[in-house]
């Protein structure tokens, strides 16, 4: 399988790469437009700011190219948030794959002071909707590390409650998204990597 991640200016994609290894499949960094549209899946990770990784994606294409690949592709926390339709984070427009606006926790309705923001460690996904979760038992806990989230909506797959109740992963034709980090949550987040590893689009 020729799996591929999005080099762009965005971190942690060597632990994308350690986690990818130890479930026993190889990945090629690259933002190449050919290597990219052509791999069999892809990767698109992400920690970081939107309104200067968008900037990035526009000055090399990358975001139209995202935006037309036909074979499963899987955003990562910052890389979900690209692919929703605008980040109140900078006030930026994003890929518009998915209908949604990804808005900052302290805006939202009655926020719990008890709460800091950003949300960081572990914490529950239920409602799971996907081939993406296959063998991945409702209220598993994975890994986040975010201040904003996009909202529940058509093409939530998962769903977490901090604050509010939010889409901890999205899916809509041959697009993944996950809020929280598959490569940071144990067993879990090997499992959801196989399942995208494995997925038939």
């Known amino acids: 399988m020729n ?3 999005i080099k762009y ?24 437009v050919a290597e990219i549209q052509q791999a069999d899946k892809v990767i698109f990770p992400g920690v970081g700011e939107a309104s200067s990784a968008m900037r990035y994606l ?6 139209i190219v995202i935006k037309n690949l036909k074979q499963p592709v899987l955003g990562i926390c910052l890389g979900m948030q690209l692919m929703c339709r605008f980040s109140e984070e900078n006030d ?5 794959i998915f209908d949604e ?12 002071n008890r709460l ?6 572990w914490n529950n996904i239920y409602d799971l909707k996907s081939p993406l979760f296959d063998n991945v038992p409702q209220n598993s806990y994975t890994y986040f590390v975010h201040s904003y989230y996009a909202a529940l909506g058509e093409h939530t797959i998962a769903t977490t409650n901090y604050v509010i109740p939010y889409s901890s992963a999205l899916h809509k034709d041959n697009f993944y998204g996950t809020q929280f980090h598959p490569e940071k949550s144990a067993g879990v987040g ?9 997925l038939i689009n």
Do not use: H, M, W
């Open 3 to 5: 799996l591929v991640i």
């Open 116 to 121: 800091k923001i950003p949300q960081i460690g």
């Open 190 to 198: 090997e499992q959801i990597l196989k399942n995208f590893a494995q």
């Open 92 to 96: 930026v427009d994003c890929l518009n």
């Open 101 to 112: 606006d990804v808005k900052y926790f302290g805006k939202a309705a009655n926020v719990d």
């Open 9 to 32: 200016n965005a971190g942690n994609i060597q632990s994308v790469l350690y986690a990818l290894d130890r479930i026993g499949v190889q990945a090629k960094v690259t933002d190449d």
């Open 58 to 63: 526009k000055e090399r294409g990358l975001d």
